[in-house]
């Protein structure tokens, strides 16, 4: 991801930001929408993950959908061209103000989250004289088998309509004549890298959408959500996350009729490898007990560390092993002595905002580093620009592209 041409033009910028690296993201899509082809399987974009233009513009281009969570999102899906036809609109509260933005936008489907969402809908589009096109978020009480503050498909989760409400649901499809049943759509949860968690889903969503066919309703849409994780260990040995096996899992499991289609919302799994943050070492405090390397990006600019417990990689540019090669070749005798022992140093990398949860990470083995260094946190691309807030008053973190 750095060659020493990248690194040396992040010595010329105002740091932190985020270095989007569009190579890593076209070879992630090209592989998604390769393996995802093969079945005929349609993948929107889970836009959450990453709305910056440039990013948002080379998914377009793939010809990927939208899955939208807010009214913003789907606006800014039809203004970077992803076609209404292909955009859907999922979140377990959505304003009034946002569906009729929807309606208005005729976007795809809905992804109703409730019975008295469906109502609602139905009186905005009977209000508008339109018919809404709806597929039902169904809880279906599978363990991702991920981090619990990252899981969406258990009971006990806010989102999503529970099973024992179908019945419910059907009488509501039945009184709204303004309400389209397209299909079923779920969405377990983030990160995932078991597949037989999605082998579960399978078998779920094969028995739910027989429970909608037993009682008349034909389901033309199966959307399976999203989820699939990415290897935040491993971002240079293990970039691109395994689609072939991902999207194999439901051509082998899923009960897919004919005619029937199947949709997938990928976020993390498309952008996360393709974009790091810079920062910059501010201060190094040596303590007693700790080592702290103080940087000038915190939980403003990622906040996924202090929000999820989240791992990411952080490297130190600066003091890379063919950096350190090239100032031994290039400098005084007296650097080489020093750049001889690979000095490591145990650091907690924190960020200087005030609060005692702006830390990336604890005890991170570094190359012994110092004020100006340029540190990197790998596997950002996801959840990260798009989390960027302004707590203490901070500057709007800025975003950089390899080309
Ligand atoms: C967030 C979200 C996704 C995408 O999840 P990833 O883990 O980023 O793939 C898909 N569908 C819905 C409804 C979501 O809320």
Known sequence: ?????????????????????????????????????????????????????????????FGLGADCVSGNEVKAAIEHGFGKEKVVFAGVGKSDKEINLALDADIFCFNAESVQELHIINDLAKAKNKKANIAIRINPNVDAHTHHFITTGLDENKFGINTWQLTDVADALRNCPNLQFLGIHFHIGSQITDMEVYKNLCTRINEIQDWFNDRGFEVKVLNTGGGLGVDYHNPDTNGVSDFESYF???????????????????????????AALISRVLYVKNGIKKNFLVLDAGMTELIRPMLYQAYHQIENLSRRESESLEVRKSESKELEVSHHSPLTTHYDVVGPICESTDCFRKDVELPQSFRGDLIAIRTSGAYGEVMASGYNLRDRVGSVYSE
């Open 1 to 61: 991801m750095f060659n020493t041409n990248t690194i040396n033009r992040f010595q010329q910028l105002e740091t932190p930001f985020y270095y989007y690296d569009l190579d890593v993201l076209r070879k992630t899509l090209e592989a998604c929408t390769g393996a995802s082809a093969k079945y005929g399987f349609h993948v929107h974009y889970a836009m959450k993950a990453n709305f910056n233009p440039k990013v948002l513009d080379t998914i377009q281009s």
């Open 248 to 274: 194999k899992v439901f051509k082998d499991f899923l009960n897919v009729k004919p005619g029937q289609e199947v949709h997938f919302e990928l976020g993390r799994a498309l952008v996360a490898q393709s």
